[in-house]
């Protein structure tokens, strides 16, 4: 292809001067109108083609005086789009929402019919659903969720923006805020929520607990039992929930978590503290607790030893939680009674042990000798360890599984003085010691292990549920009570344990899975309730024994001291 010739060479356009000042030109030209990064303007495509327009006028032998002053109209023309451009951007900054101290006159209660109480649960661990932080953190009222902060940089103040929920309160001191506005909203409307959120009951209110019957209603109207509510199951921590079940019916115990100020004591005194008002709630949103967090924190304290993944052992956990609980209310390792733990539970026990040696005599035939000297000592406990006898292994002459019984007095010989004991070399007798505890737990040891298979005994243990007499297993002393007086007991809880077959083809012991409940008695209406997780059931008084009992908590009865009589 031909190229075309051009009209006048390039030697002469470029010694031909331009018609207009080139320093005119410069000085019109706004800010902002240079190439960027290689790329040309609208501003310089314009100058770039009013060039060859006046190209052409020059020739054409046109006057370039009026080509200056259209040159500077369409500047400004092209100049006025960009600052408006930069004059809205101006307006769009300060229309963003400002920060304010306090609702404006006449909207003191804006939003606050967006909350949705239905969606609140304030049981699970407060962490800030974006950055999962503990710190600051605030409750949304509208869909639940915890974000932390409220300034304007905030996980909660981007919330507001973003969904339009607006009212929020802090976790830690229950005040309620407007966000993105930022104040305080002071409305009694929002007294049930920050109750909620954490349940102060006062001391003649906890004081009536146990005299007075009360039922409350929740959101949906369902009647509920304060004190005898479901915890939730998450996953497999039944045997948690029947411990602190059990813990929280507990007068003395349950009492001092209600009433006392521990905000400055650890996060596992605090949290136990939350749950046990949450559970003796008379004004809760459900008819159930969750115990998310304070198992979340026992199973940071614990190594993961006890969380609620997998299922553990329920007195395992009950000698992990009271010792614990003991060392973080300040208490002594060494010094009794030094925490509310120990001046419960705490008794004391006398141990007589004797070696046992084995000799050859001149037959050689093994004889066992008893060491003369007999030992004595005494040791504390929180809980006393009761061993069952060892379950039948054949069928009776029916071909039926015999299950047996045993009274509850006859496991309890094991600390009357009298029986004895063997372990490795050595015999061991056991006796309590006075003054024995207000409270009593008893372990019925069920599951035993060897190097092959777990076994476990489902012997029957009866009982009576009031009026047990604990003077047989007590050495006398007269100084602290008179000989031959009873000492009662009285049953406050019943963790119970039932085997469930997994497969029906199983033989006993082979696919189990375990299943914990608590019996406890609600003493305004003496009455006995079982809970199994979310499950509340009455059950007779006369049927509790006829289940696998594990854990016991007995009471010590009040004994009310007789008068002098007044002389005349």
Not at 51 to 60: A, I, K, L
Not at 160 to 168: D, K, N, Q, R, T
Not at 350 to 357: C, N, P, R
Not at 387 to 398: I, V
Request: glycine content about 4%.
């Amino acid at each position: 292809m031909t190229k075309r010739q051009a009209e006048e060479s390039l030697e002469s356009l470029r010694a031909r001067d331009s018609p207009v000042s080139k320093k005119a030109r410069v000085d019109d030209l706004p800010q902002g109108s240079t190439d960027i990064n290689g790329f040309s303007s609208p501003l310089n495509r314009t100058l770039f083609s009013d060039g060859h327009r006046r190209e052409d006028d020059e020739r054409n032998g046109s006057n370039s005086l009026p080509v200056v002053d259209q040159e500077n109209e369409e500047l400004e023309q092209a100049v006025s789009p960009m600052e408006s451009h930069e004059h809205q951007e101006e307006q769009s900054a300060y229309s963003a929402p400002s920060r304010q101290n306090a609702p404006l006159d006449g909207y003191t209660d804006l939003y606050l019919d967006t909350i949705d109480r239905s969606v609140l649960d304030f049981d699970f661990e407060k962490l800030c659903s974006v950055t999962l932080s503990n710190i600051n953190v605030y409750a949304c009222l509208v869909c639940g969720k915890y974000y932390q902060g409220r300034g304007p940089k905030s996980h909660a103040y981007f919330h507001a923006l973003e969904v339009g929920h607006h009212v929020y309160v802090n976790m830690q001191s229950k005040r309620v805020y407007v966000l993105p506005e930022g104040y305080e909203v002071k409305s009694k409307s929002l007294e049930d929520i920050k109750f909620v959120v954490d349940p102060q009951l006062s001391k003649d209110e906890v004081s009536k607990l146990d005299r007075e019957p009360k039922d409350a209603l929740d959101l949906g109207g369902k009647k509920y039992r304060p004190g005898f509510v479901g915890m939730n199951n998450i996953k497999e921590n039944d045997y948690f929930n029947v411990v602190i079940q059990a813990l929280a019916h507990i007068p003395p115990l349950r009492n001092f978590y209600m009433l006392e100020n521990l905000s400055d004591k650890s996060e596992l005194v605090q949290r136990f503290s939350v749950l046990v008002r949450k559970i003796w709630n008379t004004r809760a949103f459900k008819t159930h607790v969750s115990p998310h967090e304070l198992l979340q924190q026992i199973s940071r304290l614990s190594g993961k030893r006890f969380d609620l993944l997998r299922q553990s052992d329920p007195v395992n956990f009950l000698s992990w939680f009271l010792n614990n609980m003991h060392l973080a209310l300040g208490g002594s390792k060494s010094k009794p009674g030094t925490s509310i733990i120990h001046n419960i539970f705490q008794g004391k026990l006398k141990v007589e042990s004797q070696q046992i040696t084995a000799k050859a005599d001149a037959g050689d035939r093994l004889r066992f000798e008893e060491a003369a000297e007999v030992l004595v000592d005494s040791m504390r406990y929180l809980m006393l360890t009761l061993d069952l006898p060892a379950a039948p292994l054949f069928q009776d002459e029916l071909d039926k599984n015999i299950i047996p019984q045993i009274p509850l007095t006859s496991i309890l010989s094991k600390y009357d003085g009298l029986k004895s004991q063997e372990h490795l070399n050595t015999r061991k007798r056991y006796r309590l010691l006075h003054p024995l505890p207000p409270y009593l737990l008893f372990h019925i040891k069920r599951f035993s292990k060897n190097k092959f298979v777990s076994e476990r005994n489902p012997t029957i243990v009866t009982f009576p549920v009031r009026s047990l007499d604990m003077s047989p297993y007590v050495e006398p002393n007269p100084s602290l009570h008179p000989p031959g007086e009873p000492i009662w007991y009285d049953l406050v809880a019943n963790v119970t344990h039932e085997a469930v077959r997994t497969r029906d083809d199983s033989v006993e012991g082979e696919a189990e899975r375990k299943v914990w409940r608590v019996q406890v008695k609600d003493r305004a209406r003496d009455e006995w309730l079982e809970i199994q997780d979310l499950f509340v059931e009455r059950v007779a008084t006369e049927t509790l024994f006829t289940k696998e009992s594990y854990l016991m908590v007995w009471e010590r009865r009040k004994t009310i001291k007789a008068k002098n009589p007044s002389s005349r």
